[in-house]
């Protein structure tokens, strides 16, 4: 239509479209900002403008007809509000430099299809960082409706045209019939296409191609195996397959990581910016977890995001290891950023790494970087820990295990206190890790919702919770992956699952479940609790709804990808090795722990080869711990025989006559640990194992020591 016949429909009695705002821009303006810039296209006679005026935005209305911007101003003024006006054809029209614009709504703008392609370009070009384009027009079905809008189908568009006009953008948008009633042309059931574009801010743009280089990469069914310590990101690729395979089952937004109908990719907070370069690494069997918080670092602090064991990203890794960085993990040698500031020069840039995933992953992740950084003649990473998390409540781990949030930390809400102990030392503005911590609130939101929480039991019922408390800490669990039924945490090994289980949410939820199973709760025997507590703890991961990572981890273990290299292949280092291993007796008061390991019982080998050589003194330690031992193991003809027996007899801790005090004694003259501990050190050197002390199994005889392997 000419200007000529747009004047002639304004310019009658009334409002054509009427003085309200169209319903679909009414739905979404919640989500849009309070203040900034509006251009609204082929705005007629301004009612959608004077709408958002009236909410606080600058509007600019735009239009081809005079008459109809007339009534756009007359109708502001009425209401009490501005509204600029320019007539101007939309083919003329400049929509200004880059970043002109915080919002731009087109309603019911039908545009022949190469203009409309231009002027939404132009349209997307011209929004600042984070500016959302609103847009509702007719499909090339509305003809048979015929209750509005141009009868040429080359002015109608589908979903797909818009999603193709906005490929830049992050678009969310949808089909459907609904009743179009605005003034005497829009008068009744109609076939529409809704569209809500975001153009993301460059850290979010980065972030998201990372994610997709990620999935490209999984599409290959066969992956590399690397050959590395850790069986996990040795088989990295496989597992980043089978983990996106997982998601894509579930219906998982690839980007927030939350179940599609749950997504949160529109709600993300405005990005707080630092002198801090921020690069998370996250572990395969870590990446697409619903509860993983490290990709906010990303989206919301600007940092760069990369999967380990994702080719297309390995070229950056190699650059940040190369380079000045520091690594934000706690542990022995770490240091405060205070302590770091005094010996680092003013202007220095800061360059932090940050590794996702649970203590073991990172560990071992931990170990590869630093193998690379070894074989580029680099020094280790110098590592920073935070001053002090006591008195923080953790939001995230209380949506998970409601309660225990305090004085533990996600990923995220580390680094954001991080910034908070950065504001002393650095140009970081006030209160930025407040801000930060509210890009959480969305996907605490989601979690809160979708986390099962029990229904009060009946105070009859209160024993019963107690005797399977009772129960969990001696229990029989199943073996497996399993996943509790409760909260839905997933644990590759019993004991670990145990630790989680032993709490009275859990407890009070298992009362609940065998209550409407029909189970008795009253005057429940030991025998009865254990037997209630495991049947009704936890379920296969493989029959339950898990998350991608839990899923693909299944996978690979039913595949045979994660198997230990042989012994024999291991035999030749290990005659080459020494190692320190160090013990700790310890037994509480009913004598029932057997050995546990002090820190880990042995680390990592890199960690060992720092042990070679140095003096080990045994020393009374605190209350219940009984003492020290250590013994350098020498890679001898009995210590590979060591080896080779202790499948067949399994690790026991001290009798009682090992109860005693240990004098301090100086390697290597130290007292031999336990001789199944010395077999056990044995194995862990010949096949290159990583192995934690991962508790203790009630048994007939007595008890078991349990070692995680790595």
Known sequence: MTA????????????????????????????????????????????????????????????????????????????????????????????????????IVSIFCHLPGELRRQVHAAAAGALRPGGLIVLEAFTPEQPRYNTGGPPDEDRLVTLEMLREDFSGLEVVGRALEREVLEGSYHTGLSSVVQLLARKLQEPSVRYRRRVDQAFAQAQDVNQRVTELQDPFLSVAGHALHLTVKASEEVGQCRYCWLPEEDCICRETCDQVMSDVQWVLLCHPLEFLRSSSSGKLVASVLGGDFLVFGVQAHEERLEEVLAGEVLLLLPGDGSRTLAEWSDDAAPDTELTLLVLDGSWEQVQAMRD???????????????????????DFQSPLIDALKPGAGRGRLSTFEACSLFLREAEASRPIPESSWQAAMKGLDPMVRVLQRLLYLPPPVPEEHSEAVEALRAAARSAPLREGLRRCRVCGAAFSTPLRMREHLVGRRHCTAVAVHAREEGEGLADLSPEEASRIFTAYSTVPLSQSSPEPPDLALVRLRAQGLLQRRSHAASEEKFARRTVNVNAISLFNKDKEVLLEMRRVFLCSRLECERLLGASVVSRPLSTGLVGTVARSLEGTDDGRQDAQGLSAQGPSGPSQDNMKVLAPVPAPKAPSPPEAHRQLAALCVSQGYVLRFDGFESLPSGFRCVFRVQ
């Open 4 to 103: 000529e016949l747009w004047d002639r429909r304004y310019s009658k009695q009334g409002y054509a479209y009427g003085t309200e705002p169209n319903d679909f821009l009414r739905e979404v303006a919640t989500q849009l900002p309070d203040t900034g810039s509006a251009l609204l296209l082929g705005e007629g006679e301004g009612r959608n403008a004077v709408f958002l005026a009236g909410r606080g935005l600058d509007c600019t209305a735009l239009d081809i007809s005079k008459a109809g911007l007339s009534k756009a101003r007359r109708l502001a003024q009425e209401r009490g509000v501005k509204v600029k006006t320019v007539a101007a054809d939309l083919g003329d029209f400049h929509f200004g430099k880059g970043e002109s614009w915080d919002v």
């Open 368 to 390: 590869v970087i630093e193998a690379r950084r070894r074989v580029m003649g680099r020094p280790p990473i110098p590592c920073l820990r935070l001053e002090e998390v006591g």
